[in-house]
């Protein structure tokens, strides 16, 4: 428990009318969750306006308010922080609340539009196999050494996330690693966090639904690099030509990473086929049970940020080693006869769907034919949408067009969008099935027993499907293993 004063500490406001020294039990940004004692901030969100609220705040026993516009009526007994911006301060007021655990960990961000993921669950498991004990904030699942904990944004609000940083200091962890989603810069998710270093993947056309522009994607992105302190370093990817705009700015210190060019890590591929990577990195041979050029990638960020972390050169690559990849990153499931392959992809952007098909075209032999299934997801940016079909008709032999999580959109529309992106000499191998596993059940069906490869994306790891709000129990690993009788 703690003051308001205690929690503004060091917080720029406006004004504060009340009792500065009242009493704070819980902070939240939802008005449901107000009991006595706590503090509601009104922020100003894209579809809600959580000053809307500040009054069923009050009648539920917010003892504080915190908001940018001072309400027209005034409680003599409630507490009213006014500032510039509420979710800012919040960020702040979130990490001095729960005592600021992130200076106590050594905590690694890292952004871009594909890998993050996949490189945090990577770092997470390597420095746990060196001895530490580690948090996970992810995507796919939030964790605290070996307790999940479900994950529903990739980077919780400024509260949750602090709560949970906290949860991790209590545990005895020492290290956390975190995605951070460019959402959560311009929401100032992450801000008043003290992070030990940042690592940028790559950047390509993505949630333009959100930022409107592409360079506004980027300056979102760049944002987490501009707050880093020069006690920080900055990991890069160099071969991505934004690399170096990301670290145009920062105080912290430069480090790159790369395949192709000349770089602070220099990584180089040997072989890449269905049994995983061989890989020279630092004058070493290595061999990696990850498949792709994309998770060379990943492997080279996950390396450089262990040996900018301190941790020894053979220590980290012979650990790495023995990883395996995040669920519903090129997960793949085999049939008993080993004569067919289902691959699982989270691959949802057009960049991501055309490194994974890339990555299947590499590594199959001549024979094989590959059958991706494909959808594109409700309120999000639709100019994908017709890209993702084109992209998966010039690198497979058929092409399912599916519904992904259509939200509130109608489906049908969505996969109309898709079509308009297929080129008409790709029509005959085109087919529209909107129920998802009627399509994964058809795809495998079409398989021959030459080893096809079936790739389903856009899903991942998921175990839903979202329909006009409710999230219905799906698993496309669960959909293929079914139809393979594993």
Do not use: W
Request: charged share 20%.
């Amino acid at each position: 428990m703690k003051t308001v004063t205690q929690i503004f500490q060091q917080v720029k406001t406006i004004s504060i009318l009340g009792n500065p020294e009242v009493e704070i039990s819980q902070l939240t940004i939802d008005s449901r969750q107000v009991g006595p004692q706590t503090l509601f901030a009104a922020l100003k969100g894209t579809q809600t306006d959580g000053h809307s609220y500040i009054e069923k705040a009050i009648e539920l026993g917010a003892s504080a308010i915190l908001c940018q516009d001072l309400p027209e009526v005034i409680h003599p007994n409630v507490t009213y922080i006014q500032v510039n911006d509420s979710a800012e301060s919040l960020g702040y007021a979130s990490s001095n609340f729960y005592d600021n655990p992130s200076s106590k960990l050594k905590l690694v961000g890292i952004t871009g539009t594909n890998g993050k993921t996949t490189t945090v669950t990577l770092l997470f498991r390597l420095f746990r196999k060196l001895g530490y004990r580690c948090g996970l904030v992810s995507t796919v699942q939030n964790q605290i050494d070996d307790t999940v904990i479900p994950s529903t944004h990739t980077t919780p609000d400024s509260i949750n996330l602090n709560k949970l940083l906290a949860q991790m200091v209590e545990a005895g962890c020492t290290y956390a690693f975190m995605e951070v989603s460019s959402h959560s810069v311009v929401q100032h998710r992450i801000t008043g966090l003290s992070f030990t270093g940042a690592i940028f993947s790559n950047i390509t056309h993505d949630h333009l639904d959100f930022h409107q522009t592409f360079d506004n994607y980027i300056k979102a992105k760049k944002g987490f690099f501009d707050m880093l302190p020069k006690t920080a370093f900055a990991l890069v990817n160099i071969d991505d030509r934004r690399g170096s705009v990301m670290v145009q700015n920062t105080k912290a210190s430069i480090n790159t990473y790369s395949l192709e060019t000349l770089a602070t890590v220099k990584g180089r591929i040997v072989s890449d086929s269905i049994y995983g990577l061989e890989m020279e990195i630092d004058n070493k041979e290595v061999h990696f049970q990850l498949i792709g050029t994309f998770n060379a990638y990943n492997l080279m960020a996950i390396y450089g940020a262990a040996i900018l972390l301190g941790e020894d050169k053979d220590e980290v690559l012979i650990n790495m080693s023995s990883l395996q990849t995040a669920p519903g990153r090129f997960e793949q499931i085999v049939s008993p006869d080993t004569r067919k392959v289902g691959i699982v992809d989270y691959a949802h952007t057009p960049d991501a769907l055309e490194n994974v098909l890339k990555t299947i075209k590499q590594i199959k032999d001549g024979n094989q034919q590959v059958i991706t299934i494909v959808g594109c997801g409700g309120n999000r940016d639709a100019t994908k949408r017709p890209i993702m079909a084109k992209i998966a008709c010039e690198l497979s032999d058929k092409v399912i067009l599916t519904s992904d999580n259509p939200r509130f959109e109608d489906p049908e529309e969505i996969l109309a969008q898709m079509q308009k992106g297929i080129p008409p000499i790709d029509f005959k191998k085109t087919k529209t099935i909107i129920d998802r596993k009627e399509a994964i059940h058809f795809a495998i069906n079409e398989l021959s027993e030459n080893g096809d490869i079936i790739l389903v994306a856009g899903k991942g790891h998921e175990t839903y499907q979202d329909i006009q709000g409710v999230k219905h129990d799906f698993d496309d690993r669960v959909i293929i293993r079914e139809a393979f009788g594993i």
